[in-house]
């Protein structure tokens, strides 16, 4: 069983930056891919941004292209989200998700495991 655990949520005004940490608790897959999702309130669970832990390949939603990056540190089994220029509708529930085999799925029926999830407000 993977665990995962994300931090790095907050309040921020429009324009700031935040970066989201998700820790896996040990590597136990060949081949994996690890997202992020959202979810605002009354709305479905939203595809942000994947990526290929072995190749690195990344994957974006259009409206987070160009202010927000994945990335990973495989020694410490970490990926991460750096998100510049926040926008009011950033604001949500940011969850990370691994899948094994590595498949950049945009469903989130799609992925196995899930962190607790971390809150995200974006004030005007």
């Known amino acids: 069983q993977v665990q995962l655990v994300e931090s790095g949520g907050g309040l921020v005004q429009a324009g700031g930056s935040l970066r989201l940490s998700c820790a896996a608790s040990r590597r136990t897959f060949s081949s994996y891919a690890m997202a992020w999702f959202r979810q605002a309130p009354g709305k479905e669970r939203e595809f942000v941004a994947g990526i290929n832990w072995s190749s690195g390949g990344t994957a974006y939603v259009d409206s987070v292209k160009g202010r927000f990056t994945i990335s990973r540190d495989n020694a410490k089994n970490t990926m991460y989200l750096q998100m510049n220029s926040l926008k009011p509708e950033d604001t949500a529930v940011y969850y990370c998700?691994?899948?094994?085999?590595?498949?950049?799925?945009?469903?989130?029926?799609?992925?196995?495991?899930w962190g607790q999830g971390t809150q995200v407000t974006v004030s005007s």
């Open positions: 998700a691994l899948t094994s085999p590595a498949r950049l799925y945009t469903s989130s029926r799609s992925w196995d495991y």
